[in-house]
């Protein structure tokens, strides 16, 4: 079964920096197109970015452009999330996911998912 890892999670101080990893397992990454979403306490899940499979495309949410980066490297298996400036309101659960569909910004349309991992921003 294909599965998927996110790691680099944790605590991390406003205005700081923090890398996200996700690594794939029974899993051809270079096969997908690959997103990132969010999810705080009460609310929906929230897209944040994706990108193509070969890495030439990128999408961001608005709620993120320009402070955090996709990257992929499907040599090693894995996409990359880097936060910068990561402020309060960023504080969620961050999964990574799979989906055939490119470009994609809809949770339904993702075949695989990680466990999330936790990211708090201190003020």
């Known amino acids: 079964q294909a599965q998927l890892v996110e790691s680099g999670g944790g605590l991390v101080q406003a205005g700081g920096s923090l890398r996200l990893s996700c690594a794939a397992s029974?899993?051809?990454?270079?096969?997908?197109?690959m997103g990132w979403f969010r999810q705080a306490p009460g609310k929906e899940r929230e897209f944040l970015a994706c990108?193509?499979?070969?890495?030439?495309?990128?999408y961001y949410a608005d709620s993120v452009k320009g402070r955090f980066t996709i990257s992929r490297d499907n040599a090693k298996n894995t996409v990359d999330f880097e936060m910068n400036s990561p402020r309060p309101e960023d504080t969620a659960v961050y999964y990574c996911?799979?989906?055939?569909?490119?470009?994609?910004?809809?949770?339904?349309?993702?075949?695989?998912w990680g466990q999330g991992t936790q990211v708090t921003v201190s003020s």
């Open positions: 990108i193509s499979r070969s890495g030439g495309r990128t």
């Open positions: 029974r899993i051809p990454l270079s096969a997908y197109a």
């Open positions: 996911a799979a989906t055939v569909v490119e470009g994609s910004m809809k949770p339904a349309q993702y075949q695989y």
